[in-house]
């Protein structure tokens, strides 16, 4: 069974700075999908960028880019200029990519990110 | 633009009682999927519909059951509630996907359930 760890419980990091949030996963599995989750008090769950694990090029939304290595099984969340709104809890997630898309995300534990004024 | 949409909002309810939660997904998607998420905890992966058909399970207990219906609306049925039952539920919905593209599975605002 896949799984999907998530080290830092909690980061912190001053408005209009830089930070990274971790993820590692395992799997079996050579075709699969990883995701980052967005989920602030409001307790929606929002995607913020996806990553799909044939592309050797890492997926870039806007403030928010990733550094996935595959070899490692690693997929860290950077965010560019934090702004106050980025504020929340980050959950990485992982989908193996047979079953015709409708297999469930396997969610790490989450980050609650603070963003310091 | 039309979203997930789940009802009640909230839901309070007895140990040993039964609860039905709804989810309408976004017109034209043909999947469901449901989850629970725990006071401080990730959300867990319960189970999936494909154009009416279960497709994937996790760890939905037996006390649980669901179905996805003909206008692909999906209810999440449980009994013999326990205090553990209380969480927030999800319900995502995604749209089928050609060749390699992902699905981006969109998730409503969920049901608040208290078991009492």
């Known amino acids: 069974a896949q799984t999907v760890t998530q080290s830092q419980p909690e980061m912190s990091v001053q408005e209009a700075e830089t930070v990274t949030l971790s993820c590692t996963y395992d799997?079996?599995?050579?075709?699969?999908?990883l995701f980052w989750y967005k989920q602030p008090p409001s307790r929606q769950m929002i995607l913020v960028i996806r990553q799909e694990a044939y592309k050797q090029q890492n997926a870039t939304e806007n403030r928010f880019s990733v550094n996935f290595q595959k070899a490692a099984k690693s997929f860290s969340l950077k965010i560019s200029d934090s702004q106050l709104g980025d504020a929340a809890m980050y959950f990485c997630?992982?989908?193996?990519?047979?079953?015709?898309?409708?297999?469930?995300?396997?969610f790490g534990k989450g980050t609650h990110l603070i963003i310091q004024p | 633009a039309a979203g997930v949409i789940q009802s009640p909002r909230h839901l309070i309810k007895e140990k040993r009682e039964t609860a039905t939660l709804k989810c309408y997904p976004i017109p034209r998607h043909d999947t469901v999927y449901w989850y629970q998420q725990g006071p401080g905890q990730d959300p867990q992966f319960l189970i999936s519909f494909y154009e009416k058909m279960q497709s994937d399970k996790g760890s939905i207990p037996d006390r649980f059951s669901a179905q996805q219906f003909s206008d692909y609306h999906s209810e999440l049925n449980m009994s013999s509630l326990e205090l553990g039952d209380s969480a927030l539920y999800f319900c995502a919905s995604s749209s089928p996907f050609p060749g390699r593209e992902v699905a981006e599975a969109f998730f409503g605002q969920g049901t608040r359930l208290t078991v009492v």
């Open positions: 799997t079996s599995e050579s075709d699969y999908y």
């Open positions: 997630a992982y989908r193996r990519g047979s079953g015709g898309g409708a297999d469930g995300l396997t």
